[in-house]
């Protein structure tokens, strides 16, 4: 019973890209590994960019978005 989470940044992305994601994986894990579609879950976890962290910045910061508080 494959479990596979994906984390992405919270920056836009479609619910049509969201089904694809969610479908390719599944049928990456048939193809690879011969697994069930039916007991595969895949989680798409979307991060706000203040809240992922590259090189010791948010991402919002590196992107120029960062919010004044």
Known sequence: MPYV???ITR???TREQ??????????ML???LNKDPAT???LIEEVELD???IAGESVAVRRG????E
């Not at 969201?18 to 049928?27: M, S, V």
């Not at 978005?65 to 004044?68: D, E, G, P, Q």
């Open 18 to 27: 969201k089904a694809a994601l969610i479908r390719e994986t599944t049928e």
């Open 51 to 53: 809240n992922w962290g």
């Open 65 to 68: 978005l960062a919010r004044s």
């Open 30 to 32: 048939v193809r690879v």
């Open 40 to 42: 595969t879950f895949v």
């Open 11 to 13: 920056d836009g992305v």
């Open 5 to 7: 989470k994906i984390e």
